[in-house]
């Protein structure tokens, strides 16, 4: 009897702020989307700014519930991160693998978080869009082959060559003690697994019960009411403008 009760309790549940950043048009809104709405929308215009989500990942022993900060890649919003990354106990910093200098943004914003975010902040590094490569994820192809990739969910037939080698992302991210991984938005390779990762990485130490201090200020207010599967955006064109819209963003 005694069993079935503990069968039947309901798991502990924790709040973790996580933050996506690197290079505009990497894909970092459609991996978000993925995870939270298991979709995938071709040619979705930039992020304004920042997007927030929600999502739920069931681990064995609790609940995290990720409260999702999707940051615009524009240089003109990278002055912005430091008030979404603030209090972040996770961070997806992601590259587009047929982009080389994506690469070397990502390492930037790397180096940014272990400096100025909260300590023990656990950070995934990410290659996306894995269904451009003709190869698999663990396969080199010669990094001066082809032009510029085209943006995720471009023709299937444009099959193009990767830029950035496993071995040498996965060497970096070892070197720094990153999780790594390589994804693709499109066909969902690998996008439930990162997150599922992080949960996993988050020390005991970090979870609290309830709502996490996903944000403060401005932001914290901008965000009231989202649930899982919405969005909210907050748009930036404008230094301090932290106003929340209903609506879509990338």
């Known amino acids: 009897m005694a069993d079935s ?4 309790a309901p798991k502990p549940s924790s709040s973790v702020k996580l933050v996506l950043l690197g290079e505009a048009a990497v894909g ?5 989307l993925r995870f939270v709405n298991n979709d995938f929308q071709p040619n979705k215009e930039p992020t304004i700014g920042a997007a927030f989500l929600t999502q739920k990942c069931q681990l ?7 409260e999702i900060w999707d940051t615009a890649g524009q240089e003109r919003f990278a002055s912005l991160a430091p008030m979404y990354y603030r209090n972040a106990q996770a ?7 047929t982009k080389a200098s994506s690469l070397v943004k990502a390492k930037h914003w790397v180096a940014e978080l272990q400096r100025q975010a909260s300590p023990g902040i656990v950070i995934a590094l990410v290659g996306n869009k894995l269904d451009l490569c003709e190869e698999d994820g663990t396969t080199e192809t010669p990094e001066d ?11 299937d037939e444009d099959v193009v060559a990767r830029k950035v080698s ?7 991210a070892d070197e720094e003690s990153l999780l790594f991984f390589e994804t693709s938005a499109k066909t969902g390779h690998n996008v439930s697994e990162v997150f599922t990762a992080i949960a996993n990485a988050i020390p005991e ?6 709502r996490a201090a996903a ?4 932001t914290q207010a901008a965000i009231s009411g989202a649930g899982a599967g919405q969005e909210s955006r907050v748009n930036l064109n404008a230094r301090g403008d932290n106003k929340a819209q209903e609506g879509c963003a990338c």
């Not at 082959?145 to 023709?155: L, Q, R, S, T, V």
């Not at 130490?205 to 309830?210: A, D, E, Q, V, Y």
């Open 5 to 8: 009760t503990q069968a039947s």
């Open 28 to 32: 970092k809104s459609s991996l978000v």
């Open 60 to 66: 064995p022993s609790r609940t995290i519930k990720f």
């Open 91 to 97: 961070a997806l910093v992601v590259y587009d693998i």
């Open 145 to 155: 082959a082809g032009d510029a990739a085209p943006a995720e969910g471009g023709d």
């Open 166 to 172: 496993f071995k040498d992302a996965k060497a970096y």
């Open 205 to 210: 130490t970090s979870l609290k019960g309830g």
């Open 215 to 218: 944000a403060s200020g401005g």
